[in-house]
């Protein structure tokens, strides 16, 4: 299919931060963004990624306002366009145990530490202050604004989203494949009615159920 001019535009704004490092001697650089933060299941996901500066992916953005057919798409282009990529998984019971920040950033560190390429920079999405050995380069709304941590947030929402769709087939009261483990409605009424299932975070659900 023929990338319309318009897209071509929106790809050359989108990754013109990206441009200032890519063409920067010596540095690698690489997007992170994490996806579930605020569902009451599951884990929270961080993706890390390495990006070349060509060829540009069409279409890649913030992976919230892609449709599920083109992020799938998309995941499978990221896989092999990219230099490197990796995801880390944090689950419920340590984001019980040291709330869901502290959850996030382990996870920022630990799909850092598997990259397994010599990242100098890093775009993130809003965190600072991270544990890992780049410089850090915060945005807020950063997977709307750059390249990288577009194709970050991608990586990580379609593997959570896969996840969470197999959790359904074990949990199918609570809609798992629908709502992903967010508080919809739906959600919270299976809750109410059925109590809570492995997977879902203690310390979110203490008003749905006693």
Same mark, same amino acid.
């Given at each position: 299919?023929?990338?319309?001019?318009?897209?071509?535009?929106?790809?050359?704004?989108?990754?013109?931060?990206?441009?200032?490092?890519?063409?920067?001697?010596?540095? %690698?650089?690489?997007?992170?963004?994490?996806?579930?933060?605020?569902?009451?299941?599951?884990?929270?996901?961080?993706?890390?990624?390495?990006?070349?500066?060509?060829?540009?992916?069409?279409?890649?953005?913030?992976?919230?306002?892609?449709?599920?057919?083109?992020?799938?798409?998309?995941?499978?282009?990221?896989?092999?366009?990219?230099?490197?990529?990796?995801?880390?998984?944090?689950?419920?019971?340590?984001?019980?145990?040291?709330?869901?920040?502290?959850?996030?950033?382990?996870?920022?560190?630990?799909?850092?530490?598997?990259?397994?390429?010599?990242?100098?920079?890093?775009?993130?999405?809003?965190?600072?202050?991270?544990?890992?050995?780049?410089?850090?380069?915060?945005? %807020?709304?950063?997977?709307?604004?750059?390249?990288?941590?577009?194709?970050?947030?991608?990586?990580?929402?379609?593997?959570?989203?896969?996840?969470? %769709?197999? !959790?359904? *087939?074990?949990?199918? !009261?609570?809609?798992?494949?629908?709502?992903?483990?967010?508080?919809? *409605?739906?959600?919270?009424?299976?809750?109410?009615?059925?109590?809570?299932?492995?997977?879902?975070?203690?310390?979110?659900?203490?008003?749905?159920?006693?």
């Amino acid at each position: 299919m023929k990338v319309t001019e318009k897209e071509l535009q929106r790809l050359a704004e989108l990754s013109k931060i990206d441009k200032t490092y890519w063409d920067q001697p010596g540095v %690698i650089l690489a997007g992170m963004d994490e996806v579930g933060r605020g569902p009451l299941a599951g884990p929270v996901v961080v993706g890390c990624v390495v990006m070349p500066p060509e060829p540009l992916l069409p279409y890649i953005n913030d992976s919230k306002k892609l449709s599920e057919k083109r992020r799938e798409a998309l995941y499978d282009q990221i896989l092999a366009t990219s230099l490197a990529h990796s995801t880390a998984w944090i689950g419920p019971e340590v984001i019980d145990e040291i709330n869901i920040l502290e959850a996030t950033k382990r996870g920022f560190k630990e799909a850092f530490a598997k990259i397994g390429v010599p990242v100098t920079d890093v775009l993130i999405d809003a965190l600072r202050g991270l544990d890992i050995p780049a410089r850090q380069h915060p945005l %807020i709304h950063g997977d709307a604004l750059t390249y990288s941590i577009g194709a970050a947030s991608i990586l990580a929402k379609v593997a959570r989203d896969r996840y969470m %769709i197999e !959790q359904d *087939a074990l949990y199918p !009261q609570y809609g798992f494949a629908r709502n992903k483990g967010y508080g919809t *409605a739906e959600h919270i009424a299976a809750l109410k009615a059925y109590g809570p299932c492995p997977i879902h975070r203690k310390s979110f659900i203490g008003h749905f159920v006693p």
